[in-house]
């Protein structure tokens, strides 16, 4: 059985680091240099598949400019 609603260590530092800069939106790049996240040793595919997660969650709000995927709470 898939477990669907879940949280791990990972998604936490990054809702934390979008938090924290909850007036700006924030790349995945953006998330990954993140003192505390580069802290953990998240790889950025982690942070793509997090930000996936959230996104479907309903937990971050999402921005598309010039192709490129911009992440807020």
Do not use: P, W
Not at 32 to 41: D, I, L
Not at 52 to 70: A, D, P, R, T, W
């Amino acid at each position: 059985m898939k477990k669907e609603n879940y949280n791990t260590e990972q998604r936490h530092v990054i809702l934390e680091c979008l938090e924290r800069n909850k007036n700006r939106q924030l790349s995945a790049s953006d998330i990954a240099k993140s003192e505390e996240v580069a802290k953990s040793g998240i790889g950025l595919a982690t942070i793509y598949r997090s930000l996936e997660f959230l996104e479907n969650q309903n937990k971050i709000s999402v921005s598309i400019h010039s192709m490129m995927k911009s992440f807020k709470i």
